[in-house]
């Protein structure tokens, strides 16, 4: 019984511990991510390699690779209360850098899905 019991306590621990941390993180699709980013003063975010962005870009968008050592620092002067919105390649390095940048205090983190390469999105027209 207390086996029982102790593995209930873990799930809703863990569960509701998951649940926290998804509330400051979405994936959303490519063309509600472009008129998100239509805001004024957007954080955006392009978490390629300098060489991936130099290929080409979201307009707007600033480079912080990553990969690159020290890729938290690069974050000391955003606000961590506005909407952080970032893009990889593909979707993989943006949400591990979503929860870097969540452990490290930021409240939303919004996340292209399918990174650049679903960029531009396709009209629905």
């Known amino acids: 019984m207390k086996k029982i019991l102790l593995i209930i306590i873990l799930f809703v621990f863990t ?3 998951f649940a926290q941390d998804t509330e400051k993180f979405r994936v959303i699709e ?3 991510f472009k008129k998100e980013i239509q805001k004024k003063d ?3 975010i392009d978490v390629r390699t300098p060489e991936e962005y130099a290929a080409g870009h ?3 968008a600033h ?6 050592e020290g890729f938290l620092k690069h974050f000391e002067n955003f606000d961590k209360n506005k909407p952080v919105y970032l893009y990889c390649r593909s ?3 943006s949400a591990k850098a979503s929860a870097q940048l ?9 996340d292209l899905k399918g ?3 679903a960029w531009p999105p396709k009209n629905k027209d």
């Not at 480079?63 to 690159?68: K, T």
């Not at 969540?102 to 919004?110: L, P, Q, V």
């Open 115 to 117: 990174g650049y390469k």
């Open 30 to 32: 490519p063309a509600e």
């Open 102 to 110: 969540i452990e490290a205090g930021f409240k939303n983190i919004i």
């Open 42 to 44: 957007v954080q955006l």
């Open 58 to 60: 979201i307009e707007g």
């Open 15 to 17: 569960t509701t511990a």
């Open 91 to 93: 979707g993989n390095r």
């Open 63 to 68: 480079n912080i690779d990553f990969l690159a």
